[in-house]
């Protein structure tokens, strides 16, 4: 247990603090832009915002955000970034600037095992992955090999993904790793199970992953924390895939499959391709295009959105066609969509994932349908055409509404406009009535339209919205335009009252004789 009872010195923790740069540390966080002499701005991790109001001063070295006040020196920033006590802090910081520590011991027994968990437990999962890795070349494992090969999965993305083997025994692993490791680190790891004793008690331990393929689950810094494992033999009783629990490690919407080897290049060409399985993240990978990271089939967070935004704000989306990744790719857009990505949309054809893909047509052709990503205004006016196909008032009025809570989410207004005009062109909204709400709802940032009404208009409403569809020259829609400008109660109780105070005060619409006779 290496390190188990070492700490750093207040004497050397102020050593690494004087040496290490703090714009060079947080900067591997998120993009900093240098705005005077020392100082430095980018965007906070710490809130939602739209410009950076997080400020760096490298001479003081401390941070400080003038949107939600949080400040403190680079150990401060590192804690709270990846959840780390203050020793683990300086040792990061450390580790990130080479700078070499003293050490000594811990104050007391209780200090050194709380602190010493953490260390354990990616211990631990690093001796895991050595043993499944050993596995996965013995004779048992032939079957697991002969998956492998034919899923095109060579040897060198074997060593590279460090993909192993559990073999079917409950206890083997668990006695390969007990002379190493304490019984606290093994229960709390997540890689056993244990049901307790008629006395509540916890029981023996037996390993969680059987007569499975492993793949490793590492943090951003390439450490181990967490496993996905796929079945030999899934059935009823045998989950095709099943992944580590949460732990002190590992909490599953907070982390990126393949993001500590993606970082580098997602930074370098300044975007980001996002799939949903470890197979396709692999394939993609090992083909040659290493800007891409997976949700590991979970569903796609908050957190996870701000760990792409440290590295770059333009993503494609690349999730299976079918209708769970459909609904997946949505969700996906309305999280990147509030955080003001630039986002693209690929759907491959044949209803091919990206793995699959890739193993049929080649790289080639898969970076070309990525250069050709759709944006994703685009993708989700496809989708709103698939789900309401008919040409009726009420399928336009449901496609409109599927749209508006994306367009809702937009931050700019000539964006949601220029995207409720696409939508009106490619829907197939000839009415310049139903146009004009589209805009008008656009432009509000409301989240649904009004089904158009059936029973008909009463006179009065007749007369003002032929009135107010005519030209701007013409006198009827100047009188009509300035009585409702003067005098809004006089169209208060009408039904159509948000519509005529719309049109009253926005240019006449391009089609008059259609709007007027809707």
């Known amino acids: 247990h290496r390190d188990l009872h070492s700490f750093p010195t207040r004497r050397s923790s102020d050593l ?115 043993y499944f890795e050993a596995q996965l070349k013995s004779p048992e494992a032939a079957r697991a090999r002969e998956y492998l090969t034919s899923r095109a999965v060579s040897a060198e ?94 909490t599953k919407g907070h982390v990126l499959f393949n993001l500590d080897k993606a970082k580098s290049e997602m930074r370098k060409s300044d975007f980001a391709v996002l799939v949903e399985g470890q197979m396709d993240c692999i394939s993609v990978y090992m083909a040659g295009i290493h800007n891409v990271v997976a949700t590991s089939g979970t569903a796609f967070t908050e957190t996870q959105v701000r760990l792409i935004g440290r590295f770059t704000k333009r993503v494609i989306v690349n999730f299976d066609p079918d209708t769970a990744g459909a609904a997946a790719t949505e969700k996906s857009i309305a999280l990147l969509t509030e955080e003001d990505f630039d986002i693209k949309v690929v759907t491959l054809e044949g209803g091919l994932d990206p793995d699959r893909f890739v193993r049929e047509h080649g790289i080639a052709a898969y970076g070309a349908t990525l250069r050709a990503a759709k944006r994703y205004s685009d993708y989700l006016i496809e989708r709103a055409r698939q789900q309401f196909p008919a040409h009726t008032a009420e399928a336009k009025v449901a496609a409109m509404n599927y749209l508006l809570p994306h367009i809702r989410r937009m931050t700019h207004p000539i964006r949601r406009n220029q995207f409720a005009e696409d939508a009106a062109n490619k829907l197939g909204i000839d009415s310049a009535l139903m146009r004009q709400e589209l805009k008008q709802a656009a432009a509000q940032r409301v989240a649904s339209v009004p089904a158009h009404r059936s029973e008909p208009l009463t006179e009065t409403e007749r007369i003002l919205l032929r009135a107010l569809v005519l030209p701007d020259s013409v006198s009827a829609r100047v009188i009509a335009s300035t009585r409702i400008a003067e005098h809004p109660e006089l169209i208060a109780d009408l039904a159509t009252a948000d519509l005529l105070d719309a049109l009253a005060h926005s240019p006449a619409p391009p089609n008059p004789l259609d709007a007027a006779s809707t």
């Open 157 to 250: 993305t074997i060593k590279t993904f460090r993909i192993g083997y559990a073999p079917d025994d409950f206890n083997h692993m668990r006695d390969a790793l007990k002379p190493h490791f304490g019984e606290e680190a093994m229960r709390a790891s997540g890689l056993f199970s244990a049901k307790d004793q008629a006395d509540g008690s916890p029981g023996s331990m037996y390993a969680r992953f059987r007569k499975r393929i492993t793949f490793p689950i590492a943090n951003e810094a390439g450490k181990i924390i967490a496993f996905t494992a796929r079945a030999l033999d899934p059935d009823e009783k045998n989950a095709k895939y099943l992944n580590s629990p949460e732990s002190a490690l590992y």
């Open 16 to 130: 690494v603090k004087q040496q290490a740069d703090i714009v060079r540390v947080i900067g591997d966080y998120l993009k900093l832009r240098k705005t005077g002499a020392q100082n430095y701005t980018g965007l906070c991790p710490f809130h939602k915002e739209k410009t950076g109001s997080f400020s760096v001063n490298a001479t003081h070295g401390y941070y400080y955000c003038f949107g939600c006040h949080e400040k403190g020196d680079v150990f401060n920033f590192v804690m709270k970034m990846e959840s780390l006590s203050f020793p683990e802090a300086v040792r990061a910081v450390a580790t990130k600037a080479g700078i070499p520590l003293p050490k000594r011991e811990f104050s007391s027994p209780e200090e050194a095992r709380e602190a010493g968990l953490r260390r354990q437990l990616i211990d631990i999962h690093e001796a895991a992955t050595q």
